[in-house]
């Protein structure tokens, strides 16, 4: 590859980019507990068609029926189902009035992020639907998406208005009794984002959700259901923050793709909720099911950064059902003080000559144990498939943990499958080198850790991958002494 | 520019360094010989503050300050630049990236701004052309997969790129083609200055002929032993160590 002088110029060049805000909304919230008079309830406040109602009644009773999963490499404190709110909608406008009750070292996070509310505003080209306490509040640059036939809106209002796209896909990919998340986020999901681009279009710009969790005490259950017709393409953002809590707070969401026919998706994700604090108190538990369903031609390309969350429980997948299907997986994962992670990807090659990558990056410091899970399952009938994997682990210090899962089923000779593992530890050589450099331990290890994930960041979108940067470097804070 | 009194430093209770005494002055260049284990790649890193190495007695002063207590990158901050024997391989951060971080902690330091992108950009190619450094090569992950010769080349351009006042070259020459040791000396000597010093570290007499030493020392056990001009290095190549190791013991 030739590196030239403009090339050069671009890495050198200083790049800034901030994002966010932080609101405190007085909400509306239903009372604790789960039960299929919550469910209708839930439906109703919604306004919602029996055919949905009934939807979530089915998956109601189904996740009744369900255990929580304990395959997973994570030791937590089970939450009690009957002990959240499931439902919480902000009854006025925003007001931005109220920083001041807000946690003074969440303010300084936000502060080292570069965070100001009216930079916010100056998000030119990235339409913005957020998601607040389950409800959508604002919509951006819908226009413009409207001329092309682009449909961006809350789920909510995609049941309403577009029932008959809501009720041909809800559920293809993730079926309401999937798991024992799903179906929980099958019965009670809130609110979240729904998409459809229009056969043939390029979606003219990157759709971006900014997920938040705002209320004490209430889980978030996000449906997000993204369809791009044949021959289309869509790139959507989904970024968080939250609060610091001293309760653990659920989050189980629900993500489904549908590539068509020679469609493109690309889904990234920067993932930094509460992860809870030095002691381990307190952080989001994080239970989510991320898939995708590719047709003939088309591709699933999924991106994330994961810093936050006191456990996280996440496989976005692909279903490589159509013939020359593509499904991508790029993830780095952070874990620091007690923060468990146990995620990856399963690639469940169907079609002929569908073919997969997984790179995987997971970086443990202090106390925290991070394990990658993946499974890569090629079909009968998939001839020629082909698969690479990378998981490569970073470790910090002397407390972490890093494991590796991978699943290889394959029922096809003519398939291709390569794995490559690899685990390094930062060294003190490569620190004292730095430094001697005059790069401070600190700054040090943020750009080990930066070189380490480069191959990931290098997925993201420049502005989302930059802000990523940020995340890691201040998600490793104070993690080598 | 650099005094050194009476310093004592080792690991874990083993003195390796006995007593050392070294001034090295603006605009002089010294040379340190000496045989395997003589202590001389653990006095570059003590000069450096590697925190491995306790110092137990003695001072290192640098331009009449006490370096006692100064971390590594507030010495590479007051201008102290190690060119490394091994230097480490840092995957994914490109050579140009690495410099930059390092250009611009330094002039944090001194609260200054970053190094605007433009200037950087006529500074990288002026130090790379005066090292003959293919452009390529600074997109490339920092020593990852460099060949010996590379990493050392590469040293010398992080030493042209920072323009410390105290550089320590810690076998530089190791590994080391004839063509390469001639740009890398040819770098070294081009950089060179009566506000500056240079100290080589080295096993052979090969590099001084390129870089040319004010100041021989010879060090032995910890000490520095013996001391003089360039025909010290002459003499030392003739006769070996053995000589020093036969008279130290007299």
């Known amino acids: 590859m030739a590196y030239t002088e403009e090339e050069l110029k671009k890495e050198l060049e200083t790049k800034e980019y901030e994002y966010g805000f932080y609101t405190d909304i007085a909400s509306e919230t239903f009372p604790k507990g789960l039960s299929e008079e919550i469910v209708i309830a839930i439906s109703q406040k919604k306004e919602e068609p029996a055919w949905m109602t009934n939807w979530r009644l089915e998956a109601y009773r189904s996740w009744v029926q369900m255990k929580e999963p304990e395959w997973a490499n994570v030791k937590y404190k089970k939450p009690d189902f009957q002990d959240i709110s499931y439902y919480s909608a902000p009854n006025s406008k925003a007001k931005y009035e109220s920083l001041d009750e807000v946690d003074p070292e ?17 998000l030119a080209g990235v339409a913005v639907d957020i998601v607040m306490d389950s409800v959508s509040v604002a919509t951006t640059f819908k226009k413009t998406l409207a001329e092309k036939g682009i449909i961006f809106c809350s789920i909510s209002e995609a049941i ?8 041909k896909y809800l559920g293809t990919v993730v079926p309401q009794k999937d798991n024992f998340y799903a179906a929980l986020n099958s019965a009670v999901f809130s609110d979240g984002s729904f998409c459809y681009i229009p056969k043939g279009v390029r979606c003219p710009m990157e759709l971006s959700t900014y997920f938040r969790i705002n209320q004490a005490g209430t889980g978030q259950f996000e449906r997000t259901l993204v369809i791009a017709d044949k021959d289309s393409y869509v790139s959507y953002l989904e970024g968080c923050t939250a609060p610091s809590r001293d309760e653990n707070q659920l989050h189980a969401a629900v993500v489904e ?92 090659h169907l079609g002929k000559n569908t073919r ?37 682990s970073l470790l910090m210090g002397n407390e972490c943990g890093a494991h590796t ?3 290889i089923e394959v029922k096809n000779k003519t398939a291709q499958i390569e794995h ?15 430094n001697q450099r005059g790069i401070d331990t600190e700054k040090a290890i943020a750009l080990i ?33 | 520019m650099l005094k050194i009194k009476n310093l004592h430093a080792g690991v874990e209770g083993n003195e390796i360094l006995n007593g050392i005494d070294l001034e090295v002055k603006a605009g002089e260049v010294h040379a340190i010989m000496g045989p395997n284990g003589s202590g001389k790649s653990t006095l570059a890193a003590v000069i450096a503050g590697k925190e491995e190495f306790e110092v137990t007695e003695g001072t290192i002063e640098l331009e009449g300050e006490d370096l006692d207590e100064t971390s590594p990158e507030e010495r590479a901050h007051k201008g102290v630049f190690l060119s490394f024997q091994y230097p480490v391989e ?53 020593n990852e997969g460099f060949s010996g010769g590379e990493k050392k080349r590469n040293e010398i351009f992080q030493m042209a790129m920072l323009e410390p006042k105290l550089a320590i070259l810690d076998e530089t020459d190791s590994g080391l083609d004839i063509d390469a040791l001639r740009i890398v000396a040819n770098g070294v000597n081009k950089l060179k200055s009566q506000e500056n010093a240079v100290i080589v570290i080295t096993h052979y007499q090969r590099l001084l002929d390129y870089i040319v030493p004010d100041f021989v020392h010879v060090l032995h056990e910890g000490k520095i032993v013996k001391s003089g001009t360039k025909d010290l290095a002459l003499e030392l190549e003739e006769k070996g160590y053995d000589w020093i190791k036969n008279e130290t013991l007299v």
């Open chain 1, 449 to 481: 850790v930066n070189g380490f994930s480069k191959e990931v960041l290098n997925k993201l979108p420049m502005e989302f991958a930059v802000e990523a940067q940020k995340l890691l470097e201040i998600s490793l804070e104070g993690s080598v002494g």
């Open chain 1, 160 to 167: 309403k208005e577009h029932p008959e796209l809501v009720q």
């Open chain 1, 257 to 348: 793709l549908i590539a068509l026919d020679e469609a493109e998706i690309k889904y990234s994700t920067v993932q930094n909720w509460f992860p809870g604090d030095k002691e381990g108190k307190g952080g989001v538990y994080n239970f989510v099911t991320k898939r995708g369903l590719c047709e003939k031609n088309a591709k699933i390309s999924w991106t994330q950064v994961e810093t936050g969350s006191a456990i996280t429980w996440k496989y976005p997948s692909c279903i490589l059902k159509g013939d020359n299907s593509i499904g991508e997986f790029y993830s780095i994962a952070v874990t620091n003080n007690y923060q468990q992670a146990d995620t990856g990807t399963k690639m469940v």
């Open chain 1, 356 to 392: 997969s990558t997984i790179i995987s990056k997971g970086i443990s410091a202090g106390k925290s144990q991070n394990s990658y899970r993946g499974l890569v399952q090629i079909n009968g009938r998939a001839k020629n498939a082909r698969n690479f994997s990378q998981c490569d």
């Open chain 2, 90 to 142: 840092i995957p994914g951060v490109s050579v140009t990236n690495f410099m930059k971080t390092a250009i611009n902690e330094s002039r944090k330091a001194r609260g200054l701004e970053d190094m605007p992108a433009n200037i950087m950009l006529k500074l990288i190619r002026e130090k790379s052309e005066l090292l003959e450094i293919d452009r390529k090569f600074l997109s490339r992950s920092l």
């Open chain 1, 405 to 407: 899962f991978p699943y």
């Open chain 1, 106 to 122: 969440l303010l300084e996070t936000f502060k080292k992020l570069g965070i100001s509310i009216d930079e916010q505003k100056k």
């Open chain 1, 420 to 434: 490559e593992a690899t685990t390094s530890k930062i060294g003190e050589d490569q620190i004292f080198y730095c």
